[in-house]
């Protein structure tokens, strides 16, 4: 499969090479074939990018009254859902992610946001507040200016959905930068925002490596906000950068999510999340239940379930809409699991299915096998890491204190799965989890209404929902003497 990349920057409502003329190319990891080629950003076409969304903000987006703001808001998420079978190809391509999660999941999710988000254009009021008599204060929500967003590769359109709805909702103008795994359907995404009639500037991607075109957008002086998605260590490194400037960062970062399953759970059901839980986009999810925790007295039942599950779920041809697991994003994602695999068994772990390259088809592409170890005990690399692929570790345990105190025991605090017919021992749980999602009897839902985030190394603030809004507007308080 060929796509049409141009190989261009979408900056100030115009598509421009990159200033340095530079390009690289975008794979299929399925294929390893080259499917686009795309415009290399760096320092001066940031630059750039910075100065025409800070000029469209000073310019003809805050003369945009909100409701008209939602209003083009609602008309994109209307052209994303018309084009659901171009993103979802382009998904597919581009990230190795499996036809059915795109045209299903992804795409309908990116429209669903932009939808959400068109109805908090219009009510972003402030208040009034009651003083001393012969005053009047009152507060009002300003957007802060020019945004900085960078997204990663494992749901490139949706995390650029998630990233723009809120910020151009508030009335914010943005500067994107896309993934270099997988810059295409954000390449499209623009297009669609320049037909559907966005002022030019309100939305500029520049397309680049993180090192480059990333850094400079962090560093760069005249950006006022910045949201991240991405691993840990760069998350780091933008806070640091943007400590120097004072530029308020939003960090979603990695996980390492516990999916614990108590003895009185419907097995059936909980065994259905576990896999879904790990292996949905090939465990390449920030939010993959990667730590199962498995009751003792159901550990051999649970384990089995669970096991012939895992050996149904066979890597294949991603465009096939019955396909569960396609390839990993990349031969360095690859290797990284290959090389967390060979450390969890050198660490003791058992390995019970998969911890190989999967063949697919004519035996090219970054196809790996679903893979579960056993034996894994929680102090292990690979229960406390974030590995970002098809692999699940299964832990044992017995009392619900001990499982809630080494769930806990984990840098990261993204998500959690609980699972148990027991409402208070649910409840009571949840309320002991350290993790910014738990999911009861559940594991993996989303909804553009509900706030989405992590704790400790998983990173802070919120995305979607009325707090991820919120995040891209400031208050200003106005003082009035009425004399
Ligand atoms: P990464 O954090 O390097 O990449 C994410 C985004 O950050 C990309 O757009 C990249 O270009 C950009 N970036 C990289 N370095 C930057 C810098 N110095 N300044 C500004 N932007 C920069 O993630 P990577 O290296 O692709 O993946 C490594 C691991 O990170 C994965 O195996 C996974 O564990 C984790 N990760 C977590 C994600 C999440 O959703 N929480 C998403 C992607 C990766
Ligand atoms: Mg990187």
Not at 55 to 84: M, V, Y
Not at 181 to 201: N, R
Not at 424 to 446: M, P
């Amino acid at each position: 499969m060929k796509l049409e990349s141009d190989g261009r920057l979408f900056i100030g409502g115009e598509w421009e090479a990159a200033s340095s003329g530079e390009t690289f190319e975008s794979i299929n990891p399925a294929t390893e074939e080259v499917i686009g080629s795309v415009a290399s950003g760096d320092e001066a076409d940031v630059d750039r990018a910075v100065k025409s969304a800070r000029s469209a903000f000073e310019g003809k987006w805050s003369a945009f009254p909100p409701a008209k703001r939602a209003a083009l808001l609602q008309k994109l998420a209307g052209a994303i859902l018309k084009n659901r079978d171009a993103f979802a190809a382009i998904e597919v391509a581009d990230q190795g992610k499996v036809m059915f999660e795109a045209s299903k999941i992804d795409v309908p999710m990116a429209a669903d946001a932009f939808n959400y988000y068109a109805g908090w254009a219009t009510k972003l009021g402030g208040s009034t507040i009651p003083n001393a008599p012969g005053m009047l204060n009152y507060v009002q929500n300003e957007p802060f200016g020019v945004v900085g967003q960078i997204i990663p590769w494992n749901f490139p359109l949706l995390m650029a959905a998630w990233k723009l709805a809120p910020a151009l909702a508030a009335g914010n103008t943005v500067v994107l930068k896309p993934a270099e795994q997988t810059p295409l359907s954000a390449i499209k995404l623009g297009q669609l925002i320049e037909e559907v009639g966005f002022p030019p500037g309100v939305v500029n991607i520049v397309t680049g490596f993180g090192p480059t075109a990333g850094a400079e957008l962090v560093a760069h002086p005249d950006v006022d906000r910045l949201s991240f998605t991405g691993s840990t260590e760069v998350g780091k490194g933008i806070m640091r950068t943007a400590a120097d400037s004072l530029t308020p960062v939003t960090l979603e970062l990695g996980g390492k999510s516990p999916n614990i399953v108590f003895a009185d759970a419907n097995l059936d059901a909980a065994s259905r999340g576990a896999i879904t839980g790990i292996f949905y986009n090939k465990g390449e999810a920030c939010t993959a239940g990667s730590r199962l925790f498995v009751e003792d007295s159901i550990a051999d039942e649970f384990i089995a379930m669970v096991l012939d599950r895992a050996r149904k779920s066979k890597p294949g041809d991603p465009t096939d809409m019955g396909t569960k697991i396609g390839p990993l994003v990349s031969a360095a994602q690859r290797d990284r699991v290959e090389g967390y695999v060979k450390l969890g068994q050198e660490e003791g772990a058992n390995l019970a299915l998969g911890g190989k390259r999967a063949e697919v088809g004519d035996g090219r592409g970054y196809f790996y096998e679903p893979t579960v170890l056993t034996v894994v005990s929680n102090t292990m690399r690979v229960a406390q890491e974030e590995i970002f692929g098809p692999v699940l570790s299964i832990i044992r345990f017995k009392e619900v204190e001990e499982v809630v105190l080494e769930a806990n025991q984990n840098p990261y605090g993204l998500a959690a799965g609980v699972w148990t017919n027991d409402l208070g021992k649910a409840h009571r749980t949840a309320a002991a989890l350290n993790a910014g999602t738990v999911w009861i009897n559940t594991y993996g839902l989303y909804s553009a209404a509900v706030p989405f985030g992590g704790t400790k190394a998983s990173g802070f603030g919120r995305e979607l929902g009325e707090q991820g809004v919120r995040a891209y507007t400031r208050s200003k308080s106005v003082w009035v003497s009425l004399g």
